[in-house]
């Protein structure tokens, strides 16, 4: 006997070209099940077992909507003319929504070769007890254990889906004492411990997302475990006739480097005798990844290189995306429209990005120097930064860098950055604010979007240090209410055996102050000179 085992069909549209107001991808996808439907035609399962998520997207306009059902239709029924019996399970709801699947049922309901199951239950035929637990809204579930934190909802569903998996199981025919008699199937769509995710990691723990025990998959005894969920095709270490079918077609560059099929188990009346693995027609994406070197290559060389180096045949017919290094200069030099032409006439399918993965500032790290001239160096950075007026900026700055230099003493500052304390003002979204880092070593800070983690802890330390707010406007990080006319930053840190202290002050009206101080015993001393050029200058702009 051969059961047919595939999931994760996902049948909408991806990120990709349109052709005559079709997308081309959703004809991969189309594609790949015809190509099932005719592996089927051949082997003749007895059973077809399709293990959820048969849509991409739940969400979706008319003329999508009969489209994708009258695909996932007319599959189905192909495969259920090439066997005796289909069972087709809801996956999770985002995917395959409670509407696509009432109309799926009613489509489908003269044909009593196919049974499409919603709710956790056991189908029993000639050919298998075929036990199911489709993914179910989480609603649903909060309806019925509410009020419980994230992690308990967790552990809670899988300690609800443990109980089902053993419940299912004694509904099933007894095989374990009878072994010729038919197998008992467990179909369901969620993660198992242990099973390799579509990144490369392994899933382990159970308290971040629902997931079926390994025990209670062990314990129940199914002659066959055929997962959907997980788009990676795969067995589970440790776990006898547990399967991942794995999704029917790739869709993003997680899916790199995998395999995209289905499976046909054969049993010996209950045991699982063997699996064989077939592979989809699937579209393949392809990353690169291009050093300083490989732009200034395509640089120089255009098309020659890409030639050169094989991307004809890298990229031909597949799904593509660049992932540069680069210099400042060469950024400014990439035409990233001419690189995406390019790659069509070297056969891409789909050009899906060219970003650029790093940038290195050579005005600021390799120009730059601490042995060279200190105007020479803001003169290298603000050409590099195209900035205007140069010549007007150099000439405020040197007042600056004079005093500076007057006052470099021949013991420089060195040592270990350790910041001590930030304590803000008006600042975003604080009215008063204080952290004193001196007894932390090691700390994560946790919260919600929006809780003022980043504003405390990385921009308040960056504005009072530089001003370099991230809106661009110096006035944005004053707290925005009536009565914050003002603003203040202070920032205590030491180098190696030295601490410091920088006080700012802004107010609405665009005012400044701007202190810094040296630590001495018990007292700050002011760095006079310094704040007062600073001062100066900045009244000056």
Not at 301 to 319: A, C, H, M, W
Not at 370 to 378: I, K, T, V, Y
Not at 403 to 414: C, I, R
Request: proline content about 4%.
């Amino acid at each position: 006997m051969k059961i047919l085992h595939t999931a994760d069909w996902h049948i909408g549209q991806f990120k990709g070209p349109i052709e005559d107001g079709v997308n081309l991808r959703s004809l991969d996808t189309i594609k790949c099940l015809e190509y099932m439907v005719k592996v089927a035609e051949e082997e003749k399962p007895d059973m077809v077992c399709i293990s959820g998520d048969i849509f991409h997207q739940e969400q979706i306009g008319p003329v999508r909507y009969s489209d994708e059902m009258v695909t996932a239709t007319r599959i189905i029924e192909g495969l259920a003319e090439r066997s005796k019996f289909v069972v087709v399970m809801r996956g999770t709801p985002n995917h395959d929504g409670s509407g696509q699947f009432r109309v799926l049922e009613k489509m489908l309901s003269k044909n009593k070769k196919i049974a499409v199951v919603t709710t956790p239950q056991v189908i029993s035929t000639p050919i298998a007890d075929v036990a199911c637990i489709p993914g179910f809204d989480k609603q649903e579930f909060r309806a019925k254990f509410p009020g419980l934190s994230a992690e308990e909802e967790n552990l809670t569903w899988t300690k609800y889906i443990s109980d089902m998996v053993m419940g299912l199981r004694a509904q099933c025919s007894n095989t374990n004492i009878i072994p010729d008699m038919t197998p008992a199937i467990l179909m369901a769509h969620y993660t198992v411990p242990g099973c390799n995710m579509e990144s490369g990691q392994t899933s382990f723990f159970s308290n971040f997302e629902p997931v079926i025990p390994r025990e209670a998959i062990q314990a129940a005894d199914y002659s066959a475990v055929l997962l959907g969920h997980i788009h990676r095709p795969q067995t589970i270490e440790g776990l006898e006739d547990v399967f991942y079918s794995g999704a029917i077609n790739a869709m993003n560059f997680n899916d790199e480097g995998q395999s995209r099929g289905f499976w046909i188990h054969e049993f010996d009346g209950r045991r699982l005798k063997s699996g064989k693995r077939y592979e989809t027609p699937y579209r393949k994406f392809q990353t690169i990844t291009w050093s300083q070197e490989d732009v200034e290559n395509y640089l120089c060389r255009g098309k020659e290189f890409l030639f050169t180096e094989g991307y004809p045949f890298l990229v031909s017919d597949k799904i593509v995306r660049i992932k540069y290094s680069c210099t400042v200069e060469q950024k400014k030099a990439l035409n990233i429209p001419v690189l995406q032409s390019d790659l069509y006439e070297m056969g891409a399918f789909y050009v899906a990005d060219i970003e650029a993965e790093s940038m290195v500032d050579v005005a600021n790290r390799g120009l730059l120097s601490e042995e060279s001239d200190p105007l020479l160096n803001l003169k290298k950075w603000l050409s590099e930064k195209c900035v205007k007026d140069t010549d007007k900026i150099v000439e405020l700055g040197e007042p600056i860098i004079s005093v500076a230099m007057k006052s470099e003493t021949t013991s420089e500052n060195h040592g270990v950055f350790r910041p001590v304390s930030i304590s803000v003002k008006n600042y975003r979204n604080y009215k008063e604010e204080s952290f004193d880092f001196s007894d932390i070593s090691f700390c994560s800070i946790n919260g919600v979007n929006g809780a003022g983690k980043s504003s405390l802890f990385m921009d308040a330390i960056a504005d009072c240090l530089y001003e370099e707010t991230r809106e661009g406007d110096n006035k944005a990080w004053i707290r925005g209410t009536e009565d914050a006319r003002s603003g203040s930053i202070e920032f205590v840190f030491d180098i190696g055996d030295k601490r410091f202290r920088v006080v700012r002050t802004r107010t609405k009206s665009g005012r400044a102050t701007l202190n810094i101080s040296q630590k001495d015993g018990e007292e700050w001393l002011n760095l006079k000179c310094y704040n007062k050029v600073v001062t100066e200058v900045a009244n000056k702009i």
